[in-house]
C-alpha cells in the first residue's frame, strides 16, 4: 500500500474577514511547525496543513502564510475556465494567488446551491488540470442513514467522480501544470455530523470509508485508488481526532467549526503528528 501523508484541512465557510484571516495567521505561524521539528528538520511525520479560506482572503493570507507550513486552500471553483459566468471564480483566478487545493461539492454547496454530482466531477477534473488538489466531498443525509442507503448514495455521488478521472488518468496529453489524478482527495462528511456537534463513531466512519476505498479500487485499480487519501469531517474536535486517525484507512480530516481559531487549529495539527 502506498504511503498517504495525513492532510488536515480547515474549512472556514463564510467566517473571517481578509483583516481577520491575517490576525489568524499571525498566531498560526508562532504555534505550527512545532519549534522542535523545525529545528530539528524533522517534519517528516508532521500532517499536511491546509486552510480553504473565503476568496477575498486568499491573496493576504497566501502571502501570511508564504513562509509558513500551511498551504492555502479555497472552498469552490468555476467547472468553467473562463467566459460570461457573473460571480464565479475560475482554476487560473485561484492557482495565480497560489492556492493548492479547492474543496469540491460541499454538502453545503450540494444542498444550498444545487450543486449536481456531474458539476461536482468537472470541478474536479478542471481542478487537477489547474494544478489544484481537489476535496471532494460526498456523505449522506440522517433520514438516508436510517433508510440503510448511506452506501447507495455516497456510490451515486462517487460514480461521475470516478469515471472522470479514470478518464484523466488515462488521457495522454494533460497541461504541464497539471497534477496527476493520484492528487484527489476524498472527504466523507456525514451531512447530519456536520455543525452539528454529533460526530461518526471513529467506527462508523472507517466502514464508510472503507466502502469508498473499495470503490475506488473498483473504477481506477488497487494501484492509483489506493494513492488516493480519504479524510473524515464531521464534528471534528482536537479532543476527538485521534480517535478518528487511529483507523489505519482515515487519512485525515476536513474541520470546520474547529479551524476557526488558530489555538484550535494547531491543536488539530498537533494531534496529527505521526510518532
Ligand atoms: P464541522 O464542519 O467541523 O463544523 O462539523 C465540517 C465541514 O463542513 O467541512
Redesign the pocket.
Known sequence: MSERKRLIAG?WKMFKTRAEAETFAETLRAGWPPQSTAALGATSGLPEAVICAPFTALASLGQALAQSRVRLGAQNLSEHAEGAYTGEISASMLSELGVGYVIVG?SERRAYFAESDAAVAAKTIVALQSGIAPIVCVGESLEEREGERTQAVIAAQLAPVLTSLREYAAAVETPAAALKASATVIAY?PIW???TGKSSSAADASAVISFIRAELRAVLGASLADELRIQY????KPENIAQYLAQPDIDGA?????SLTPESYTALLRQSILS
Open positions: 474549512n460541499h462528511e455530523a456536520i455543525g469531517g464531521g464534528s471534528v476536513l474541520v470546520g467549526g474547529a
